[in-house]
C-alpha cells in the first residue's frame, strides 16, 4: 500500500522559510509526478509546486521565486523549500502522487484532481 507521510511544518514570522519533505513508502514503482497541496482556511485545495520524474517542475504564480521543489536521488523523498514566507502561504500543506503519465498543461499537472495518493498534511503557519 502506498503511503506518503509529510514532515518539516510548523510556525515562522514572515520573511522566515521552512522546508517539507515527504517520504513514499509502499510503491512498487517509480511516481510519474509528484507535487505539494495546500489547503488554507475557508477555501479549496490549491496545487503549490509540482514535480515529474524527468524533473520539470511547475509552480504556482504565487510562490514562484520563493518556494523550491526538489526530490532526492532515491526519488522516494520530495522536498518543498519555502523562502521569503507570507501570511497568505499559511495553510495545511500536503504531498500528493500520481503514477501514470499525463498532460503537460500546468494547470492540468496543479489541479488536486489528477493526484490518486495522499499524505495527511503539515501545518504551516506564517505570523506578520
Known amino acids: 500500500q502506498v503511503r506518503l507521510v509529510e514532515s518539516g511544518g510548523g510556525s515562522v514570522q514572515a520573511g522566515g522559510s521552512l522546508r517539507l519533505s515527504c517520504v513514499v513508502s509502499?510503491?512498487?514503482?517509480?511516481?510519474?509526478?509528484m507535487g505539494w497541496f495546500r489547503r488554507a482556511p475557508g477555501k479549496e485545495r490549491e496545487g503549490v509546486a509540482v514535480r515529474d520524474s524527468g524533473g520539470m517542475a511547475t509552480y504556482t504564480e504565487s510562490v514562484k521565486g520563493r518556494f523550491t521543489i526538489s526530490q532526492a536521488n532515491a526519488k522516494n523523498t520530495l522536498f518543498l523549500q519555502m523562502n521569503s514566507l507570507k501570511p497568505e502561504d499559511t495553510a495545511m500543506y500536503y504531498c500528493?502522487?500520481?503514477?501514470?503519465?499525463?498532460?503537460?498543461?500546468?494547470?492540468?499537472?496543479?489541479?488536486?484532481?489528477?493526484?490518486?495518493?495522499w499524505g495527511q498534511g503539515t501545518q504551516v503557519t506564517v505570523s506578520s
Open positions: 500528493a502522487a500520481r503514477f501514470q503519465s499525463f498532460a503537460w498543461d500546468p494547470q492540468v499537472r496543479l489541479s488536486p484532481d489528477h493526484y490518486d495518493y
Open positions: 509502499g510503491a512498487t514503482s517509480n511516481t510519474y509526478i
